[in-house]
């Protein structure tokens, strides 16, 4: 078994290096377009992976996570921090069932700079391990999504002197449409999410903020939702044995890592269902209903929906929803709506029920973002900025 984890270990690297190499490959192409501060922080990444001194300080920043170092589960080039995300989501979904009889391979978890806006399950040459590549950016936008969410509900006095956050979505699109300083604030701080990722690669790009306390449960679960539905996802491909080598396509030369990846829509469609499935059983234990993790995943889906239209936007200052199928994987939209009919199979339940109302409210939000800035990223358009190559695969 330690030898397989070597193996897959190494593999994982492997990509890791191919993609880091690949994307400041293609950041420095669009030459002035990209800050210099950040071409220069994405052109020392070959330079500093993998050597000692890198190592060292990831060695250093580990020494408060000391479970990171259990079977080597941490690829050298993981930063802590992440490191410590991705590993709490996969202990969550362990903790909240008994994957220890889940058939198929164990999963390996890294992040690469793909450009595609999701992650995705690899298939190896190892029998005990596949691995889970996760694009760098994703777990960051999620965060500022929702955040962005949650900030747009007004609080109401709550029965014991608290601030709740108010269900009612109309609210909240008045709050993002108004012409004073408030309005002014969230339509500001979302635009700079979508162009820190759609035009400079990388969602971090975009100032951090802190949102009032009384906003960090739904902030913190629609985060935990979002981010347990792409590990979730991810797992059901092994899960419901989607490695068929028959249905894989390479994903990268045989000398850089020798993977392969799915390109079924009706494979998307059934790990969409099970990870929904494994979201909703590991927030309930946090006390998040069904009704909500059915929310959280289709914002999920939403917010790459957003990137999506924004790249369109900037890169012919429209949007094309059709260009967001590709051969490989659906449109967001398109699994939200299948993941809708999931729910709707599997419970009985109809399309007006009241399971669905708070999925609606939070998509009422986030098409209120989008239709708030979207004249902006057109004037950006317009005045020749372009966009990085962000995918669906």
């Not at 492997?14 to 690949?22: D, I, N, P, V």
């Not at 202990?91 to 164990?106: C, K, N, Q, S, V």
Request: with cysteine.
């Amino acid at each position: 078994m330690a030898d397989d984890l070597d193996h897959a270990m190494t593999r994982l690297e492997e990509l890791q290096l191919h993609y880091g190499r690949s994307f400041v490959k293609t950041m420095r192409e669009r030459g002035g377009r990209v800050e210099k501060e950040g071409l220069a922080r994405l052109d020392a990444l070959p330079r500093r992976t993998g050597t000692p001194e890198y190592e060292d300080y990831v060695r250093q920043q580990m020494a408060d996570y000391p479970q990171l170092h259990a079977e080597r589960r941490v690829s050298r080039f993981e930063l802590p921090s992440t490191a410590g995300t991705l590993l709490r989501l996969h202990g969550l979904i362990e903790d909240a069932h008994d994957t220890a009889r889940w058939p198929g391979p164990r999963p390996l978890f890294g992040t690469v700079h793909s450009g595609r806006v999701n992650a995705m399950a690899v298939a190896i040459d190892s029998p005990a391990y596949f691995l889970v590549l996760i694009e760098s950016g994703v777990f960051g936008f999620a965060n500022l999504f929702a955040k962005a969410i949650s900030r747009a509900f007004p609080l109401d006095p709550g029965p014991d002197g608290s601030r709740v956050h108010s269900a009612d979505s109309s609210r909240a699109v008045a709050r993002i449409m108004a012409q004073d300083t408030e309005g002014e604030e969230l339509r500001g701080r979302f635009f700079d999410l979508v162009t820190a990722y759609a035009v400079h690669g990388d969602p971090h790009h975009a100032a951090a903020y802190f949102n009032e306390p009384e906003r960090e449960v739904l902030h913190a679960g629609l985060l935990d939702g979002m981010e347990l539905f792409v590990v979730a996802h991810e797992r059901g491909h092994a899960f419901l044995e989607h490695f068929d080598r028959s249905v894989t396509r390479p994903l990268a030369r045989e000398d850089e890592g020798g993977a392969e990846y799915l390109p079924s829509w009706q494979q998307e469609f059934e790990a969409d269902g099970f990870g929904l499935t494994i979201t909703a059983g590991t927030l309930a234990r946090f006390g998040f209903d069904a009704p909500f993790a059915f929310a959280a995943c289709c914002s999920f889906l939403a917010g790459m929906e957003i990137l999506l239209r924004a790249v369109d936007v900037l890169n012919t200052g429209a949007t094309n929803s059709a260009a967001h199928e590709t051969p490989t994987h659906p449109s967001p939209w398109m699994r939200a709506e299948m993941l809708r009919t999931y729910v709707m199979n599997v419970t009985g339940i109809e399309p007006q029920d009241g399971y669905f109302a708070i999925c609606k409210t939070l998509l009422n939000v986030i098409e209120a973002y989008w239709q708030a800035v979207a004249p902006s990223l057109e004037a950006l358009h317009h005045a020749g900025v372009r966009p990085v190559p962000l995918t669906l695969s």
